[in-house]
């Protein structure tokens, strides 16, 4: 019966190099396989006192067998450690001795690869600085610029050149038309401000003129009411006066009638004497009561004052 199983190819070791370290445990491997025997009869028995010394007993073997294990893998462990740096410092005496030889030799031996790798960098760099003054932010720099041959780099800048002045006359007919719209909207909205403001103003006078006639309205209402009212009074008062002149009138009227009832009276009482002296008075009271401005007329009233006045007195002397 074997205990272990492994295989060397598994670990990168030949079988030779295996066997001298199989062989170093292989002692070991040996004492476990004969106490294997002893474990599998024990696990059979019934435990019993002399089963537990047995079991006891037989736990010291393996572990003496452990313990030299473990003694065999730390010898055998530090050999190998020690003999791989043994193997580094060869490894390393001979990295000493060509270190930088192979770096130089392959300069040497890449002298004009480099050189052409050199000139494609730098003139990536160059193209690339050319063709960033045509290119927007955004866009991306191929990175073959270098290798382009030079009739190809030519057009291709020449197409990017083309591209830059197409998008830079877009760009300024988008600013104009932009410009423009906002300038028509500005005008737009500065005529539609006046037209607001227009309205406003309009509207305001209007509001004003409106107040203003209100006021005139009713001030004339109140001159209208104040009028009708003077009228009013005024009838009142004419109406009062027509009623005491009409009581006056009557008044006089019989006051006049009364005293032509009485002078008729008087004038039926007097005798012939007396009404030749009321004659003789209402002639001469004629005289010098018409008055004249042309000279004939003067004249023409001299004469008849003269006949008056002889009438007067022809009376007399009857």
Not at 76 to 84: D, M, N, P, S, V
Not at 168 to 193: C, D, T, W, Y
Not at 259 to 266: S, V, Y
Request: aromatic letters at 6%; one cysteine or more.
């Amino acid at each position: 019966m074997k205990i272990a199983e492994l295989n060397p190819s598994d670990y990168g070791l030949q079988d030779n190099k295996a066997k001298q370290i199989q062989d170093q445990f292989q002692p070991m491997l040996d004492k476990m396989v004969k106490l294997e025997k002893t474990f599998n009869e024990i696990l059979e028995e019934e435990i019993n006192g002399d089963t537990c010394v047995r079991a006891k007993f037989l736990r010291t073997e393996y572990r003496k067998v452990r313990k030299g294990t473990e003694a065999i893998h730390k010898e055998q462990k530090q050999f190998y450690l020690q003999a791989g740096r043994y193997v580094d410092g060869w490894k390393n005496a001979q990295l000493f001795a060509g270190q930088g030889k192979e770096e130089k030799l392959k300069e040497i031996e890449q002298h004009f690869e480099n050189l052409e790798k050199k000139r494609i960098v730098e003139l990536q760099e160059s193209r690339s600085l050319e063709l960033n003054k045509f290119l927007t932010p955004e866009a991306i720099i191929p990175d073959t610029l270098g290798e382009m041959h030079e009739d190809v780099w030519k057009n291709y800048l020449a197409g990017s050149k083309e591209n830059f002045r197409l998008r830079i006359e877009a760009e300024a007919q988008a600013k104009a038309e932009r410009i423009a719209k906002e300038k028509a909207e500005a005008e737009a909205r500065a005529k539609e401000q006046a037209r607001q403001k227009e309205i406003e103003e309009e509207n305001a006078k209007l509001k004003k003129e409106a107040e203003e006639k209100e006021k005139e309205r009713i001030k004339l209402q109140a001159i209208a009411d104040k009028k009708l009212e003077e009228a009013q009074r005024a009838t009142e008062i004419a109406e009062a006066k027509a009623r005491a002149i009409k009581s006056a009138q009557y008044k006089k009227e019989a006051l006049e009638a009364e005293t032509k009832a009485k002078a008729e009276e008087a004038e039926a009482k007097k005798g012939d004497s007396a009404k030749v002296i009321d004659l003789i008075s209402d002639i001469r009271g004629i005289k010098g009561k018409y008055q004249f401005k042309s000279k004939g007329n003067k004249s023409m009233a001299e004469d008849v004052d003269g006949l008056l006045e002889k009438i007067a007195k022809h009376i007399e002397n009857k």
